[in-house]
């Protein structure tokens, strides 16, 4: 059974820094590629980073230059740094690992950047 768990969410202020961090169990990180995506109130859920098996990253211009995926292939864990939080990154974030067919999700933890 495959599970993706996120934790590292909350409240910060504008400005401020969280990391996320998603365990996965039931598939290997590794050879997966591995990404982040979030969901605003009202809004569709939308990509925020990528990381491929072999380790290359990318995001969309919104969170370029504060956010950064990373993973530890020996942990099983994905990461997802924030720096430069603003009001409009509020969302549930959510994991995600693509191979092939397989798509999995977790069940998203709760950003709020307010002040």
């Known amino acids: 059974q495959v599970q993706l768990v996120e934790s590292g969410g909350g409240l910060v202020r504008p400005g401020g820094s969280l990391k996320l961090s998603c365990a996965a169990s039931g598939i290997r990180v590794s050879i997966y590629a591995m990404g982040w995506y979030r969901q605003a109130p009202g809004k569709q859920r939308e990509w925020v980073a990528t990381?491929?098996?072999?380790?290359?990253?990318n995001y969309p211009e919104s969170v370029k230059g504060r956010f950064t995926i990373s993973k530890d292939n020996a942990e099983n864990t994905v990461y997802l740094q924030m720096n430069g939080l603003k009001p409009e990154d509020t969302a549930v974030y959510y994991c995600?690992?693509?191979?092939?067919?397989?798509?999995?999700w977790g069940q998203g933890t709760q950003v709020t950047v307010s002040s």
């Open positions: 990381i491929t098996s072999s380790g290359n990253t």
């Open positions: 995600n690992a693509q191979k092939l067919t397989n798509n999995f």
